[in-house]
Each structure stands twice: as structure tokens, then as C-alpha cells.
């Protein structure tokens, strides 16, 4: 009995008549004539479109016919339309990035290649130019951990942990506590700690901020070691000791940036980096002083764009994107709250030395960030 | 001429009701296997688009060293050989064993022929110096991102050459099961699944002659 309604069975099962496998064969045939042909003449978008639409229609006369979808059971052609959707998704969701996120801007400080060499001739020997020097630097950069009078314990500092150095302590500096190697901990910064790699400072600056940091400890600072010197990466019988040498981790944006359009050095020299702009503006054009501010004091941590983000701190804490949402964008009195008293217990530092008009003009400045993205 | 005898006596595994019941889960099994197959060359065909959306100056000045000569008769001979498996198939199932043999052999030439075509291809990019990174040397391509497109150009044709070998694998197994008789009106499903393959080595071409060849 089973044998007898196998063969019933079977008999439903299609076989593709010689006649209509021949003429799909002469319509592929026909159509491959067809899409070489029309490739020849000039359609311009539409080439690719019509290219399209023809090979679809040659594969959906194999699936239906040559493998018999069409005869099929519905389910068999649901599994195979199945991968195509999937395929779609694919293909859609990689486009997004690809071609629909902004055009990446790429702050040149970050593509710098290996920094010039030192214009002093021995920067490792401490003066007191470049002490004061480092001072000034210290202010801007450093205050948000390491406090204003470096004592480790800045506004967001409570933060981080590892705690941010107290320079006045003496012992347990990671590198040591000499200029080379505070000028090394300065380049590379302390991975996996919140201490970040400064290495976009130019290179007089990283050694005036050594030279100021090691002298506010309480016993004098011991002279470098030819291992020192090593270690640093400076040649102590080159002046200035040399040319630095930058390791080449560059993230996938600023690669395929650089393919698009890598600035020579003349170009590099001759363009400052605006964060307002989405290109590169010529040096000497006039740039607000909002924009300048920007870059002075809020670029490190919130971005070129304002979306935030960890572009220099490795904390844990993630900073947030200046929106019309934040809290501290809700009005020009917030704004000014924020960002004169700092957020204390957050990264956030307070910065009070900007006078209310450039107050007012920063706010506005950042809200135009803010609404760009 | 007709060999039903052989296949009357093929016994459906146990754990199938019916012989009808193995043949259509065979057959859902093989359209599943083909659904990884699209999703594999599914991954090449974005990276295309990509590379296409951005780049397709680039694109457009390195597919024009593509031979749509070769291509095009390429095209045509994998459809003959499409038309002839699908000839074989309904042979089969007719239970034509002696017209079914000279499909699957005429189906394995044009397979044969379509590989030859390709090397002749390959030797002429090879001696273009028209290959993948860093062993590109070709001076005609000014733009410095064409080894991309000839990477992405031999990955696709590579693998799709790959499965042309592979389906010449096994449309030379199920000759050899023909010609000793295996397959009937009653039984065919490995000439079917086989065939399944084959045209779908055939529907990837489809795709890529027109993309590489015709419209970069």
C-alpha cells in the first residue's frame, strides 16, 4: 500500500517539459544579448538599473523553472527568498554608516606625524622659563584631575581610579620622577589609567609641563640616566634630542580620511583646525573667539562636534553629548552655571575666568555644534 | 533503455515515511544549504557596493580592463550548461538514461570550457600586473585604490570559480551513478540536488558578469 501512493506521489512530481526548458534557455540567451548591448549605450544611472533588472529576471527564470520553484512547494521558495532578505539587511545597514553618517573631520593635531624636534637645545635641563611655561600649561590642560595646585585632587578627580598623581608625594610616580620620564608618561600616557597620551602637545610644551610637574615635589629631582634618556626615546647628543618617533595607531576614520585626502605638510602648516567648520579654514581667517574658547578649554573632552564622547579621557565616565536636551544647555544661566562651577565629583572642571559676553557667545557657539548632528 | 527496475528497488531510509517524504526533505535540505551559499557570497556582493558607492571613479576606470568579450561568452556558455543539466534532470525523471548521460557529459564540457575561458582571463591579468594589494603593479591605473577593486574582483570570481570545480565534482559523481544505473523515474534525487547546484553557480554568474563587466 505505501509503495502504491508513493508512486501516486510521484507522479506529481513536475518534470519540466523539454519545450519550455528550450525556451527559457532562449530567453537567457536572449537576454544576456540584451543586458551587453544596452551596457553599450550610454544610460547613465539608469545603465546600472536596467543591468539589474535584466540579471534579476534571468535568475528568477532559472529559480522558477530550471529549478522548479515555480512547480514547488510555496515553502522551499520562502527558505530561498528568505536569504535575500537577509541579504538586504545587510547590505542596507552597512550602507547607513558607510554612506549616510557625517563627513568625518579629522583634527590635524591628531594627525600630526612625529612632532619636530625640540627648538631648545637641551630641554631636559629645568630652567625657570620653562618651569613658569609649564605652569601656564598646566592650567589648561592638567587642573580637571590633578587639581590647580597639583595635588591630585581636581574635580574629577574622585572619578578616576587609579586616583590622579599628587605631585607634591615623592615616591610611586609610575615612570619616575624625572623630566625624561614625566616627558615619557607625557607621550605615551599611562594605559590602562585615566591618564592620557598628550603626545598632540608640541614638544617644548610636554617638556616645560615635566620640567613644572617634578618641581613642585618636596626633594630635589635626581639627573638622567643614559637609561633614562633610553627609555624617553631621547637622544641626549642630538639637540633638542632629536626627532621623535610617534607610534602608528591611527583609528579607521582618520585611514580612510587620509586616503580620501592627505594633507601635505605645507597644507597642514597653512590650515588651522576650526571645530565649527566641517572643512579645513585657512590660517589667519577669522575664527570667533567662541571657537577659539572651544578648542582652548572644551574640545579635549566633548569633542570637535560637541557629541561628546572620550576622545582624551580613557575614564570610565563617558562624557556626554552637549544637546539642547543636557541639563547645562537648557539656558544661557545654566550654561554659565555649569561651566563657571564645573559639575564637582564629575569630569567637568569649572572654568571662571571668562567674562559673561564670551559666555554668552560660547553658549550660542555650542548650540550651533549641538544642532549640527 | 529505460533502468526503472534499478530504481524501484531504491528503499527510502527508515526514518521517512515514504520515499516521497526523503525526497522533499532532500530537497528543502538543499534549498537551506543554498540559502548559506547566497549569505556567503552575499558578504562579497556588499563589499562591491561599498566599494562601489565610495569609490566609483575608481571602479568605473578598473572595470573598463575587464575583457566583456570573455565575460560574455562565459555568460553564455554557464547558461547552456544550466539549460543542459535542467535537460538532464527531466531525462532522468523520463527515464531517458542514454539522453540523460549525454546532458550531464555536454553540462561537464561547458563547465570544462567555461574554466578554460577563465584562465585564458586570469593569464591576461596576471601579465597586466593587474592583481590584489600589494602585488598590483599595473602603471595604466592612475587612482591608488584600484588593487581594491582587483581584490574584490578575484575574490568573487575565485570563489564562484571554486564552485564551478566543485559542481564539476559532482556532476561527474552522478554521471558515473547514471551510468551504472542508480537513477530512475522512481529514484533521482541526487541528478535534482546536483542540478539545484549547478544553476545556482549559474545565478551567481548572472550577477556578476553585468557587475564586474558591464556597469562598474
New interface residues.
Given amino acids: 500500500m505505501e509503495s502504491h501512493s508513493d508512486k501516486n506521489k510521484h507522479h506529481h512530481h513536475h518534470i519540466l517539459p523539454t519545450q519550455t526548458a528550450l525556451m527559457i534557455g532562449g530567453a537567457l540567451l536572449f537576454l544576456t544579448f540584451v543586458t551587453v548591448w544596452i551596457a553599450g549605450v550610454d544610460l547613465g544611472r539608469l545603465n546600472f538599473v536596467v543591468a539589474m533588472a535584466v540579471a534579476t529576471t534571468k535568475a528568477s527564470l532559472v529559480a522558477l523553472f530550471f529549478m522548479n520553484l515555480y512547480y514547488d512547494r510555496k515553502e522551499n521558495s520562502v527558505i530561498f527568498a528568505t536569504s535575500f532578505v537577509f541579504l538586504a539587511i545587510f547590505f542596507v545597514l552597512t550602507s547607513m554608516d558607510l554612506f549616510f553618517r557625517g563627513k568625518v573631520v579629522v583634527d590635524p593635531n591628531l594627525m600630526a606625524a612625529p612632532q619636530a624636534a625640540s627648538k631648545l637645545k637641551k630641554p631636559w635641563i629645568s630652567t625657570p622659563e620653562l618651569v613658569a611655561k609649564g605652569k601656564e600649561i598646566f592650567a589648561a590642560q592638567c587642573v580637571a584631575c590633578h587639581g590647580a595646585d597639583g595635588q591630585g585632587n581636581g574635580p574629577a578627580a574622585s572619578a578616576l581610579n587609579p586616583a590622579p598623581r599628587n605631585f607634591h608625594v615623592d615616591a610611586g610616580w609610575k615612570n619616575g620622577r624625572k623630566a625624561t620620564l614625566v616627558f615619557k608618561t607625557l607621550k605615551e600616557g599611562l594605559p590602562p589609567s585615566a591618564m592620557a597620551s598628550y603626545a598632540s602637545l608640541p614638544t617644548d610644551d610636554r617638556w616645560a609641563l615635566s620640567h613644572y610637574v617634578i618641581s613642585l615635589g618636596p626633594t630635589a629631582v635626581l639627573a638622567d640616566t643614559p637609561e633614562d634618556f633610553k627609555k624617553a626615546g631621547v637622544n641626549p647628543d642630538q639637540e633638542g634630542g632629536g626627532a621623535e618617533s610617534v607610534a602608528a595607531t591611527i583609528p579607521v576614520d582618520l585611514a580612510l580620511d587620509q586616503m580620501e585626502v592627505a594633507p601635505t605638510e605645507s597644507e597642514r602648516n597653512a590650515h588651522l583646525y576650526d571645530p565649527s567648520q566641517t572643512q579645513w579654514v585657512e590660517r589667519g581667517a577669522p575664527q570667533s573667539r567662541a571657537a577659539q574658547i572651544y578648542s582652548e578649554s572644551c574640545v579635549q573632552c566633548h569633542n570637535s562636534n560637541a557629541q561628546g564622547g572620550i576622545k582624551i579621557l580613557r575614564a570610565s565616565v563617558i562624557v556626554p553629548a552637549l544637546s539642547g536636551q543636557s541639563e547645562g544647555m537648557r539656558s544661557q544661566e545654566s550654561f554659565n552655571r555649569f561651566v563657571i562651577q564645573g559639575l564637582p565629583g564629575n569630569l567637568m572642571p569649572g572654568f571662571g575666568h571668562y567674562s559673561s559676553s564670551e559666555l554668552r557667545d560660547l553658549y550660542h557657539y555650542v548650540q550651533g555644534l549641538a544642532s549640527n548632528h | 533503455m529505460s533502468n526503472g527496475e534499478n530504481a524501484v528497488q531504491h528503499h527510502h531510509a527508515h526514518h521517512f515515511a ?3 517524504d526523503e ?2 526533505a532532500s ?2 535540505g538543499m ?2 544549504f ?3 551559499e ?2 556567503m557570497f ?2 562579497l ?2 563589499a562591491y ?2 566599494l562601489r ?2 569609490y566609483p571613479e575608481m571602479v568605473h576606470e578598473a572595470h573598463k580592463l575587464l575583457a ?1 568579450k570573455m565575460g ?1 561568452i562565459n ?2 556558455v554557464l ?2 550548461s ?2 543542459t ?3 538532464a ?2 531525462s532522468t ?2 527515464g531517458q538514461r542514454d539522453r540523460a548521460i549525454l546532458y550531464l557529459v555536454a553540462t561537464f564540457l561547458f563547465a570544462c570550457c567555461f574554466l578554460v575561458v577563465k584562465y585564458f582571463e586570469y593569464s591576461a591579468k596576471f601579465h597586466h600586473g593587474l592583481l590584489p594589494g600589494a602585488h598590483f603593479t599595473n602603471e595604466e591605473l592612475k587612482d ?2 584600484s588593487p581594491l577593486f582587483f581584490s574584490l574582483y578575484f575574490m568573487m570570481t575565485g570563489l564562484h570559480g571554486v564552485h564551478v570545480l566543485i559542481g564539476m565534482g559532482v556532476i561527474g559523481w552522478v554521471l558515473r551513478r547514471t551510468l551504472r544505473g542508480d537513477f530512475g ?2 529514484f533521482y534525487t541526487p541528478v ?1 540536488l546536483v ?2 547546484y549547478w ?2 553557480v ?2 551567481v554568474w ?2 556578476l ?3 564586474l563587466y ?2 562598474g
Fill in positions: 515514504s520515499a516521497d525526497f522533499e530537497k528543502q534549498w537551506i543554498l540559502v548559506t547566497v549569505l552575499g558578504g556582493f556588499v557596493g561599498i558607492g565610495l566583456v560574455a555568460t553564455v547558461i547552456t544550466s539549460l543539466m535542467a535537460l534532470v527531466s525523471q523520463k591608488p585604490k523515474p522512481q535534482e542540478g539545484f544553476h545556482f549559474d545565478l548572472i550577477y558578469f553585468p557587475l558591464l556597469v
